[in-house]
């Protein structure tokens, strides 16, 4: 799956993403550190039914970096510049983690644009211990202090297929753009309430995904967010931590197909 550089129509910077397949368009955002390759075993499978749009964050993969000090708001900004620049129209967006932000952000702030959307190991109003720890390691990175193997044991089990995705993530992990990952991080690290509150102003269907062994992005996060929702659902994976669409490809690609059929609005199923 190779991917295309392209300028945005607004900020005029280059992005990077993967498009395939036709029909309605599902935008995939990625975590930090991550790149739109991460998506792969979803792409393969939804790419089938629909029009399948990967994108590298700003600052990962071959996409430029946005300016230091940017916040959550900023990289929603640059979704909906995305959006524009493909115009995509009304379409269906999905998360991962610091891209489950961002797909939330475009749900709150551009209801029109957004069909479904689905968070994966998507944080929500982190409690006090883990703001600290959070924080901390975002000045941690900007410092220029990345470690790596914290994050990677955190987020996987010993499987074979945990250590195969785990290979996978730290290549990723080790080519990163040190600015640009510091940027993302800190806007992570502080966004995790940035439209909380707003999050019950949404009305198309919603989905949140998570691990049980997920210590971060918890269960009782999704489902928090979940019961919020005019349209809410919550599904927690047994045996799986941070990186469901790579640990449980099948079942993430499954549920995200089954959340693609669902009526865009409450009023259309009634």
């Known amino acids: 799956m190779t991917s295309t550089i392209q300028r945005l129509s607004k900020s ?5 993403f993967r498009d395939h397949g036709s029909g309605a368009p599902l935008l995939l955002i990625h975590g930090v550190g991550m790149q ?5 075993p979803q792409i ?12 590298d964050m700003p600052g990962h993969g071959q996409s430029a970096p946005l300016p230091e000090g940017s916040q959550l708001p900023d990289f929603v900004a640059w979704a909906c510049d995305v959006v524009q620049t493909l115009a995509l129209g009304a379409m269906n967006v999905a998360g991962h983690s610091m891209g489950a932000l961002i797909a939330g952000g475009l749900a709150v702030e551009h209801p029109d644009l957004t069909l479904r959307v689905a968070l994966l190991n998507g944080v929500y109003r982190r409690d006090a211990a883990a703001r600290k720890a959070v924080i901390a390691r975002a000045t941690d990175i900007r410092s220029g202090k990345i470690d790596l193997e914290t994050p990677l044991t955190r987020w996987f089990g010993e499987t074979p297929t945990d250590l195969a995705a785990r290979a996978q993530v730290a290549g990723w992990l080790q080519s990163v753009d040190p600015e640009g990952y510091a940027t993302a991080y800190t ?6 309430s940035t439209y909380a509150d707003h999050y019950r102003e949404i009305s198309c269907p919603f989905l949140a995904i998570t691990g049980d062994g997920d210590p971060n992005s918890t269960p009782a996060m999704s489902q928090a967010m979940a019961q919020q929702m005019h349209y809410g659902e919550a599904v927690v994976l047994e045996g799986h931590r941070h990186m469901v669409n790579l640990t449980a490809p099948d079942v993430v690609s499954a549920q995200l197909a089954s959340w693609l059929k669902l009526a865009p609005s409450r009023k259309e199923l009634q």
Do not use: N, P, Q, Y
């Not at 005029?12 to 990077?16: D, K, N």
């Open 12 to 16: 005029g910077a280059l992005f990077a």
């Open 36 to 40: 739109s390759a991460a998506w792969t």
């Open 187 to 192: 806007a992570f690290a502080h966004g995790d």
């Open 44 to 55: 393969e499978t939804l790419s089938k039914t629909h029009r399948v749009i990967a994108v």
